[in-house]
């Protein structure tokens, strides 16, 4: 694993809309090796503007680990299996990460 490896790592944002779709989508990715792992977190609050009104929900956090290769391919999934007219989906760079959990990361995702 070179250090320019490394750098095609990336981490995706996303919220669901409940633990049920959360755990739908996550499974889905990581089946579809698009995903290496996906994060869940529950108990999440989002306060945003939504067709000119502010809206406030609860949402669970996903966050995705994935290769910068497998992006295209994620984000139409996460269109695809979504409920969100307008799915988050944020990319993160990875700088740096240790040798065996990038190299797990990428055997993941057949990068």
Not at 94 to 105: E, H, I, K, M, P
Request: hydrophobic share 45%; aromatic share 6%.
């Amino acid at each position: 694993m070179t250090e320019s490896s490394a750098l095609s790592a990336r981490i995706v944002i996303s919220t669901a809309g409940s633990p049920e779709e959360a755990s739908r989508i996550s499974r889905e990715l990581v089946e579809r090796r698009l995903a290496a792992c996906v994060n869940r977190l529950s108990g999440l609050t989002s306060i945003y503007r939504w067709q000119g009104a502010i809206e406030e929900a609860s949402e669970v956090l996903l966050i995705i680990k994935t290769s910068a290769d497998r992006l295209p391919a994620l984000e139409a999934a996460l269109r695809e299996l979504h409920s969100y007219e307008v799915p988050e989906f944020l990319v993160l760079p990875v700088a740096s990460g240790s040798r065996a959990y990038l190299d797990w990361l990428f055997a993941q995702v057949g990068s």
